[in-house]
T-cell receptor
Framework: AQTVTQSQPEMSVQEAETVTLSCTYD???????LFWYKQPPSRQMILVIR??????QNATENRFSVNFQKAAKSFSLKISDSQLGDAAMYFC?????????????FGKGTKLTVNP | DAGVIQSPRHEVTEMGQEVTLRCKPI?????LFWYRQTMMRGLELLIY????????DSGMPEDRFSAKMPNASFSTLKIQPSEPRDSAVYFC?????????FGPGTRLTVL
């Protein structure tokens, strides 16, 4: 079964600085999707960024970017110019590619604190 | 679009009572998911539907839990009888083209 591991239960960053959240996963599949979700105190799960495994180019969404290392099964999230509103739990998630299960497998999450 | 709608947002009940959680997915989405979030177990999938048909219910903890999707715009998750260990946040999500959009969740407390 696929597993997702987030080894950092908590991280902190100074406002305007850059922080990287780590995620590793285990799968025998060659095609799949990876996601980062943000869960602020309101508990709403918000999709931050997605990556298709067949794409070599790392995904970017404004201040959020990923470092996808397929061979190492690593999928880290970089937040640049951190803002107070970035404070939240961040979850890494895995999903099989089309034709497989639609199930999202989540990591345990990393709690990010942004210090003013 | 209003996004995924869940009701109620909070539910407090006593052990042994029946609890029904409701979800309205985003219009046009063909998949619907029910997740449970606890501190101990994190986010776990309970069941998901495709075009109103249950596809994978392997995450449903036991027979006390049941889920239905009578039409494309409505789903329920029922717990009968409820137990204190069912206390959690229950999320509904819907998807189209591989991206899941979550509702605000229902915080269930079973006393």
């Amino acid at each position: 079964a696929q597993t997702v591991t987030q080894s950092q239960p908590e991280m902190s960053v100074q406002e305007a600085e850059t922080v990287t959240l780590s995620c590793t996963y285990d799968t025998s599949e060659s095609d799949y999707y990876l996601f980062w979700y943000k869960q602020p105190p309101s508990r709403q799960m918000i999709l931050v960024i997605r990556q298709e495994a067949y794409k070599q180019q790392n995904a970017t969404e404004n201040r959020f970017s990923v470092n996808f290392q397929k061979a190492a099964k690593s999928f880290s999230l970089k937040i640049s110019d951190s803002q107070l509103g970035d404070a939240a739990m961040y979850f890494c998630a895995y999903k099989e590619a089309k034709g497989g299960s639609e199930k999202l497998v989540f990591g345990k999450g990393t709690k990010l604190t942004v210090n003013p | 679009d209003a996004g995924v709608i869940q009701s109620p947002r909070h539910e407090v009940t006593e052990m042994g009572q029946e609890v029904t959680l409701r979800c309205k997915p985003i219009s046009g989405h063909d998949y619907l998911f029910w997740y449970r979030q606890t501190m101990m177990r994190g986010l776990e999938l309970l069941i998901y539907f495709n075009n109103n048909v249950p596809i994978d219910d392997s995450g449903m903890p036991e027979d006390r839990f049941s889920a239905k999707m009578p039409n494309a715009s409505f789903s329920t998750l029922k717990i009968q009888p409820s137990e204190p260990r069912d206390s959690a946040v229950y999320f509904c999500a819907s998807s189209f083209l591989d991206e899941q959009f979550f509702g605000p969740g229902t915080r269930l407390t079973v006393l």
